[in-house]
């Protein structure tokens, strides 16, 4: 894991929220951009705050990882 942008600091980047997502903005989710070989991962409800950023494989492996069971 890289924590590797500073709160509030979005380079730019396009955030995408989960479809099982409510769009209400007192929804609990996290939402995630990818760029510069990374995936940027922030809370929804604190955008302004600090942002994770992973490694594509770290990313793949997680997300496959949920899947399983």
């Known amino acids: 894991m890289i924590s590797d942008l500073h709160a ?3 380079h730019g980047l396009k ?3 989960s479809s099982y997502s409510s ?3 007192e929804a609990d989710c996290v939402e995630v951009a990818t760029a ?3 995936v ?3 809370d929804s409800k604190s ?3 600090p942002h994770l950023g992973f490694t594509p494989t ?3 492996n997680f997300v496959a990882h949920l899947s399983v069971g």
């Open 58 to 60: 770290t990313w793949e």
């Open 8 to 10: 509030g600091d979005d």
């Open 15 to 17: 955030w995408s929220k």
């Open 40 to 42: 940027h991962v922030r």
């Open 23 to 25: 769009n209400s903005s």
């Open 36 to 38: 510069c070989g990374l």
């Open 47 to 49: 955008v302004p705050g």
